[in-house]
């Protein structure tokens, strides 16, 4: 039965009555609990089930094979404990990082389990860059789950949400940035006065270690965005050091060995920082791929009747970047397009990743060079690097538009290769 026949029948052609029992049995109720909640003999339910089952041409296996079409065309009315049961978790949309627990969660192995171990490290340090929406804060989210198991003193401060104005002064930001651990620190001592005659980086180092010799547990400190303040050098251009000096104090130190710092930023941004004044050379580095074909086989498989058949076609047009393959599994799923309608319109202006070019094409045009050096890459179908365009083009393959092949740049995807050929047409 497909949708069109289902909407057909439900509700228009159940009675006042029998939408009731049919509610109920979608929630787990059995006939018993429905005959007393509906003040029926107890026979009375399963003569009503088979009746509803019948108008859906079903002759068996009635609460199994309905509640398996309600999955599938009116979740919202299935009980979350039913749908589970049957396989089924309600499809979100993913619009956001996934949760620690999400059923939609793809380990992308051996990464997960390299971040579990830098967090037994005395004084750790992770990097975790990539492009936007490859999932960086949902391992972030991961991280953090696995930390607080280990009993960590945790703390995630997501740099997306402080405003402009304490960004934009090196003083402000650091007396807040010191402000929200000790807020978001159980433990933590009372804030003390700021020291204003030392240099504002002591004085924020000096009160972060009689923070961390007052725990009794390693503390980790997870700041999300960091590359929130890539567009403010003064205030980044003493952040980062500090930082980078917070992770040498733990080879000096046993108090700052209870340290495990976790940093997350875009690499859109970073390259036009100093590396040797940012932890950017310091720390281990780990870089967010993109899905493989196996984990996309993991990942159709949670969508609730997807067929393996899709994937094929959907990778060799996007490969496996973990937000359009998520986006494309959602539509699918739910069943607001097909696999040809998906593929036809995926490199327009109208398809269901118009906002993801929308801010492709927005930092393109803020970037000097960088929309004629894609456009040769792209007329051309591969560019050759070159001591004149190897910055752009490593600035292009940071942004997940390029991917770079011996000496020669290409678009990272067809997606990319087909939008843009249009873009530059007009």
């Given at each position: 039965?497909?949708?069109?026949?289902?909407?057909?029948?439900?509700?228009?052609?159940?009675?006042?009555?029998?939408?009731?029992?049919?509610?109920?049995?979608?929630?787990?109720?059995?006939?018993?609990?429905?005959?007393?909640?509906?003040?029926?003999?107890?026979?009375?339910?399963?003569?009503?089930?088979?009746?509803?089952?019948?108008?859906?041409?079903?002759?068996?296996?009635?609460?199994?094979?309905?509640?398996?079409?309600?999955?599938?065309?009116?979740?919202?009315?299935?009980a979350?404990?039913?749908?589970?049961?049957?396989?089924?978790?309600?499809?979100?949309?993913?619009?956001?990082?996934?949760?620690?627990?999400?059923?939609?969660?793809?380990?992308?192995?051996?990464?997960?389990?390299?971040?579990?171990?830098?967090?037994?490290?005395?004084?750790?340090?992770?990097?975790?860059?990539?492009?936007?929406?490859?999932?960086?804060?949902?391992?972030?989210?991961?991280?953090?789950?696995?930390?607080?198991?280990?009993?960590?003193?945790?703390?995630?401060?997501?740099?997306?949400?402080?405003?402009?104005?304490?960004?934009?002064?090196?003083?402000?930001?650091?007396?807040?940035?010191y402000?929200?651990?000790?807020?978001?620190?159980?433990?933590?001592?009372?804030?003390?006065?700021?020291?204003?005659?030392?240099?504002?980086?002591?004085?924020?180092?000096?009160?972060f270690?009689a923070?961390?010799?007052?725990?009794?547990?390693?503390f980790?400190?997870?700041?999300?965005?960091?590359?929130?303040?890539?567009?403010y050098?003064?205030?980044?251009?003493?952040?980062?050091?500090?930082?980078?000096?917070?992770?040498?104090?733990?080879?000096?130190?046993?108090?700052?060995?209870?340290?495990?710092?976790?940093?997350?930023?875009?690499?859109?941004?970073?390259?036009?920082?100093?590396?040797?004044?940012?932890?950017?050379?310091?720390?281990?580095?780990?870089?967010?791929?993109?899905?493989?074909?196996?984990?996309?086989?993991i990942?159709?498989?949670?969508?609730?009747?997807?067929?393996?058949?899709?994937?094929?076609?959907?990778?060799?047009?996007i490969?496996?970047?973990?937000?359009?393959?998520?986006?494309?599994?959602?539509?699918?799923?739910?069943?607001?397009?097909?696999?040809?309608?998906?593929?036809?319109?995926?490199?327009?202006?109208?398809?269901?990743?118009?906002n993801?070019?929308?801010?492709?094409?927005?930092?393109?045009?803020?970037?000097?060079?960088?929309?004629?050096?894609?456009?040769?890459?792209?007329?051309?179908?591969?560019?050759?690097?070159?001591?004149?365009?190897?910055?752009?083009?490593?600035?292009?393959?940071?942004?997940?538009?390029?991917?770079?092949?011996?000496?020669?740049?290409?678009?990272?995807?067809?997606?990319?290769?087909t939008?843009?050929?249009?873009?530059?047409?007009?």
């Amino acid at each position: 039965m497909n949708r069109e026949e289902f909407e057909k029948i439900y509700p228009a052609e159940l009675s006042p009555i029998q939408n009731e029992v049919l509610k109920l049995v979608l929630q787990g109720k059995t006939n018993k609990e429905i005959a007393d909640e509906l003040n029926f003999s107890e026979s009375n339910p399963a003569k009503h089930l088979k009746k509803i089952a019948e108008k859906f041409g079903f002759k068996e296996d009635y609460r199994d094979r309905l509640t398996e079409m309600f999955i599938k065309y009116k979740s919202e009315l299935v009980a979350p404990e039913i749908g589970r049961k049957y396989g089924y978790n309600p499809l979100i949309f993913p619009d956001k990082p996934e949760k620690a627990d999400s059923y939609f969660y793809i380990e992308r192995k051996p990464i997960e389990s390299r971040c579990f171990q830098q967090l037994s490290e005395p004084g750790s340090l992770l990097r975790i860059a990539a492009p936007k929406q490859m999932g960086k804060t949902s391992l972030l989210n991961k991280i953090i789950a696995k930390g607080k198991q280990l009993h960590y003193h945790t703390v995630n401060l997501d740099l997306r949400l402080v405003e402009t104005t304490k960004l934009a002064d090196e003083t402000v930001f650091l007396r807040s940035f010191y402000a929200w651990i000790v807020n978001e620190l159980a433990s933590s001592p009372p804030l003390k006065a700021w020291d204003d005659d030392l240099p504002v980086m002591v004085s924020c180092t000096k009160h972060f270690q009689a923070i961390l010799k007052q725990l009794d547990r390693p503390f980790l400190l997870v700041i999300d965005n960091l590359d929130r303040i890539f567009d403010y050098p003064q205030t980044y251009k003493n952040f980062l050091p500090m930082l980078r000096r917070w992770h040498d104090l733990a080879n000096e130190s046993e108090t700052w060995e209870k340290l495990r710092l976790v940093i997350s930023y875009r690499t859109e941004d970073y390259g036009r920082l100093d590396i040797n004044q940012s932890p950017f050379n310091v720390g281990v580095p780990i870089s967010v791929r993109e899905f493989n074909y196996n984990e996309v086989e993991i990942l159709r498989n949670r969508h609730y009747h997807l067929q393996p058949e899709v994937v094929k076609p959907l990778m060799a047009a996007i490969g496996g970047h973990p937000y359009l393959i998520r986006l494309a599994f959602y539509a699918l799923a739910k069943e607001e397009l097909t696999l040809e309608q998906v593929l036809n319109s995926a490199a327009s202006h109208t398809g269901i990743y118009k906002n993801h070019f929308r801010q492709l094409v927005s930092y393109l045009q803020e970037c000097v060079n960088l929309e004629s050096i894609l456009q040769s890459i792209v007329n051309k179908q591969g560019l050759e690097i070159t001591g004149r365009n190897n910055k752009q083009i490593y600035q292009l393959e940071a942004m997940g538009i390029v991917k770079i092949q011996g000496n020669l740049a290409l678009t990272s995807r067809q997606i990319y290769q087909t939008y843009f050929t249009h873009y530059f047409k007009n």
